[in-house]
């Protein structure tokens, strides 16, 4: 297997993308290649002393930043990472792409590289999120690839998230719930009515509505929503966990008293802080494009990219595009939205 990951994408590249390569490279047999600027991420390697054989670097000449338009800068730096890692997925000189840059550009690179899975109208970014105390996770889509949603992408977002999570963590029969304002199926606006509509006559095991304060607890095994409010709910719970666990430090370190009970209590807090931290989770598969993609989060380090690699693998065993595509052949219910062209031509 041939893992690609964009050796310039997030904030801490190419140091800490090079530093979780070696790691992963170190653990497993399979080729990672990093794509990026050929001489910086050469002299990384030989600053960390790499002298093994499983990692590969593909020169790239460009970078797409968060400051520019995504669309644009994907369509005129042909030489991007982004570009270039697609271009290799869709030639089949890779198994999986993982970036931690733009997810802008990430996106629109898969569009106009890879395109859609015929019958999908708009791809998602699925994230697992924490099931508090369970050592579980509720996988929630769309985080942040569509803004602005139609009734039938969160009803093809059902199906992809029903989908993944059955053939990655073998949950048969996943539960399936729409992020609304109330559990009662006349909740929320036209969108979301038409959506509660659409997804309770689907052959997924939709189980209606779930409010935001719910999906921590683990009510469900799949949350569906529109980017922006999954974007929103995920940065805000995000933030909100960081906050608790410094308040907590904060706490537990002020006094000679806390600091024992702390040290008495060092597993059982270093388990709860890993139920937050994002970096154990691996990278979010961007469903609906026509080949394997992962975005990790922007602010990434050397442990992150390790996990990303590692479970990557699984992500492309599990061959959760091609049962993707063939759910959308097989699935009469789905042929009204079969009749859009959806190649790499969609827009970005």
Known sequence: MNIL??????????????????????????TITIIGAQELIGTELEKRGWDGDNIAVVNATEAVTNNEAPAMAVRKKKDATVNVGMRMIKAGDGDVFISGGS???????????????????????????????????????????NV??????????????SIYVENVKGIEHPDVRLLNVGTEAEKGDDLHKEAHELLANSSINFKGNVEGREIASGVCDVVVTDGFSGNVFLKSSEGLALSIMG?????????????????????????????????????????????????????????????????????????????IEK????????????TEVTDGNAEA
């Open 5 to 30: 990951i964009d050796g310039m994408g997030g904030d801490y590249a190419p140091q800490e993308i090079v530093k979780g390569a070696i790691s992963a490279a170190r653990k497993i047999e399979d």
């Open 103 to 145: 997810t802008g550009a990430l996106l629109a690179a898969g569009l106009l590289g890879l395109g859609r899975i015929k019958g999908i109208k708009r791809p998602a970014i699925a994230a697992f999120f924490p099931q508090i105390g369970k050592n579980e996770t509720t996988l929630l889509l769309d985080c942040g690839a």
């Open 148 to 161: 602005d949603c139609k009734s039938e992408y969160l009803y093809q977002f059902g199906i992809m998230g």
């Open 247 to 323: 308040r907590l430090k904060d706490v537990l370190l002020g006094g000679t008293i806390s600091r024992i009970a702390a040290l008495m209590l060092s597993k059982q807090l270093k388990e709860m802080k890993k139920e937050f931290d994002y970096s154990e989770e691996g990278g979010a598969p961007i469903l609906g494009l026509k080949g394997p993609v992962l975005k990790i989060h922007g602010s990434s380090k050397a442990y992150a990219v390790y996990n990303a690699i590692l479970k990557a693998r699984d992500y492309v065993a599990s061959d959760v595009t091609g049962q």
């Open 327 to 338: 759910a959308l052949a097989d699935n009469d219910e789905l042929s009204e939205y079969k």
